[in-house]
């Protein structure tokens, strides 16, 4: 870490941070230094020892502000270096660590399609350090009254409740983001960054981070971090001493983003929509942070990459990726990627139709040649499909019912590749599902089943997995929950099955089930899919490989289905029994098969 005691000369210079706060031996990602403090304008840098080495410094439009180029020799041994800033007759030191780099750490392997992934808020989730709550750094103090205040969930209760996150068979985990966010309304949700290295004390601290990203790790859980370089929070310590005007996107007035993400991808688009989308702001509250300027794009890749080293991380999710400069984020996800390889990043481009979100993936057929090197996108499509589909239960139309789903899976072909998007019918932005599917048991456990079976990483949203739901259509504050028995006194403990109604386990039971079988479940990992156009509301599908078949039937009728099983027979040629993966019970080919109405079997068969 770095170092912050400074010695000084003279008064005049100052230094008050150093980013990335320490760096590592044996690192592909460039090094450039950020200095912040007062009066550098016109310093320059140099390593008193030998082994590192600056190779440029820059100046700033802020007099505040000096970066500088440094290279750290193959044979540079790890420890404590001094770089030595000066200007004129002045000099300051500063001491900076270059630690060893974990051995293996570059070939780090990311969550896939044999990983089930757990979003939670943290700040919803549990509380188990209520010292924490209120901070004398933080602006906003806790208030869990207030559907949009801080509710007091941290670090700690994450770490408390792991065992139960495992055992669930979730294999990886990803909350929302825990840095900084500084803002005097609705910082419980992160995404308004005040500091980029620094984790919100009302968390926890940057060492407790890292405890519960190798506390996860020793259950084997995979951890992913949600990053956000589009933009910062209006409270970012530099909002008010920027190193260029040009570090943020900047208008006369206000203005924000079109949100008309089809105009990145769109090849009839004006310049000035084009623009506007990616260069306007998220939010009063989220200035857009502008990768177009070299600088900024090098302090956004350097500091994911301390992150992923200094916590270990296993992958990425990245927040609102279509609005940033598109070719500043893909050389930002590039500058990941180069550095680990076999790291997976999920972005979120929220757009409807597969085509719009497949532009986004890396080794898309782009028109334009654009290539973003992202490698996982966010199927909203298939979310939307699903949620639309569950609430045609009557006989459908044409394209109705689980036809909605079916053709979303059947434009896989757009996708550079679709074992590798996100799925999910629900998260921290979109409705409540088992409010819009009305506390429907059957409803919520079908979509169990095609979630843990379905091509791609399956995402379940904390709570589902017992069918938490809000009372009404609301905004984001109120459908972002506490989990029951996250508080002390809280009325009842959801983490423990007494305190969950018998409807509610027997969602519970069928989830944990459902995720614990699909934890060793390769034919779903790797095997292929083959779909068959639903009749009557009655979908099937296959997973398979040469020696296993899965296979999933959703009668989302509210009418019983016989299974025709002849209609089925290149998937179960030479197969004779299977095994329904919750229930125990044995299902033989040929023989009838009765699908109950509005539920959904999984079957598995071997040879």
């Not at 819009?436 to 409803?443: D, S, V």
């Amino acid at each position: 870490m770095c170092v912050m005691s400074t010695t000084s000369l003279f008064a005049q210079m100052k230094i008050e941070r150093v980013e990335p706060l320490n760096w590592w031996t044996g690192m592909k990602q460039p090094l450039q230094l950020l200095f912040y403090g007062s009066n550098l304008q016109g310093a320059t840098v140099r390593c008193v020892e030998q082994g590192v080495s600056i190779t440029g410094t820059h100046q700033a439009e802020s007099p505040n502000y000096l970066f500088a180029d440094v290279q750290i020799a193959p044979d540079a041994q790890p420890g404590a270096y001094t770089f030595e800033i000066t200007q004129g007759q002045e000099k300051i030191t500063q001491s900076y660590v270059i630690a060893a780099r974990r051995e293996g750490s570059a070939s780090r392997k990311g969550f896939d399609a044999s990983d089930m992934i757990y979003l939670l808020m943290p700040d919803r989730f549990t509380n188990g350090d209520p010292l924490n709550d209120t901070h004398e750094e933080a602006v906003e103090k806790v208030n869990r009254k207030h559907p949009y205040g801080r509710h007091g969930g941290d670090i700690q209760g994450v770490i408390n409740h792991l065992d139960y996150i495992r055992d669930l068979g979730a294999t990886a985990v990803w909350p929302t983001p825990l840095l900084f966010d500084n803002e005097q309304h609705a910082s419980y949700h992160g995404y308004a960054c005040a500091d980029y290295y620094r984790i919100d004390p009302r968390f926890g601290t940057n060492s407790l981070y890292k405890t519960m990203v190798d506390e996860a790790h020793r259950r084997g859980i995979k951890w992913i971090m949600d990053m956000v370089p589009n933009h910062c929070g209006a409270a970012h310590w530099w909002m008010n001493d920027l190193p260029f005007a040009s570090w943020v996107n900047q208008f006369p007035a206000y203005t924000p983003s079109n949100y008309r993400m089809t105009t990145q991808s769109d090849p009839h688009a004006s310049t000035h929509d084009r623009d506007l989308c990616a260069r306007g702001w998220f939010d009063r509250t989220m200035p857009d942070m502008n990768l177009a300027n070299p600088f900024v794009l090098q302090y956004l890749s350097q500091m994911a990459v301390w992150w992923i080293e200094y916590a270990g991380l296993d992958g990425l999710r990245v927040d609102t990726y279509p609005y940033s400069d598109k070719q500043g984020i893909a050389a930002w996800t590039k500058n990941i990627m180069d550095e680990y390889p076999n790291l997976n990043i999920v972005g979120e481009a929220w757009l409807a139709q597969p085509a719009f979100i497949a532009y986004w993936q890396a080794g898309a057929n782009n028109r334009d040649g654009y290539d973003s090197h992202l490698p996982a996108v966010m199927d909203f499509s298939l979310q939307e499909n699903l949620t639309k589909a569950l609430l045609q239960d009557s006989l459908p139309a044409w394209d109705g019912g689980m036809m909605n789903v079916y053709t979303s899976v059947a434009q896989d072909f757009v996708y550079a590749n679709p074992d590798n998007i996100l799925i999910f019918a629900e998260n921290h932005d979109t409705n409540r599902l088992a409010w819009l599917l009305k506390g429907k048991k059957n409803k919520q456990e079908m979509t169990m089943a095609l979630l843990a079976t379905m091509r791609g990483v399956p995402q379940l949203y904390y709570g589902s997995e017992w069918m938490m739901q809000n009372k009404a259509r609301q905004g984001h504050g109120e459908e972002r929950l506490d989990m029951p028995g996250g508080w002390p006194g809280d009325k009842r403990n959801a983490f423990e099955a007494s305190g969950r109604t018998k409807v509610e386990n027997e969602v519970f039971d069928y989830t944990k089930k459902l995720f614990n079988w699909r934890k060793t479940a390769t034919v779903v990992h790797t095997g292929k899919l083959m779909q068959f156009v639903p009749v009557d509301n009655l979908y099937v599908y296959f997973r398979y490989i040469a020696t296993e078949r899965v296979m999933v039937v959703i009668n989302n009728s509210r009418e019983g289905k016989t299974v025709d099983w002849p209609r089925y027979a290149e998937m179960t040629a030479g197969y004779r029994q299977g095994v329904d993966v919750v229930f125990g019970h044995t299902v033989t080919v040929g023989e009838p098969w009765r699908i109950a109405p509005q539920t959904a079997q999984v079957v598995h068969f071997r040879k």
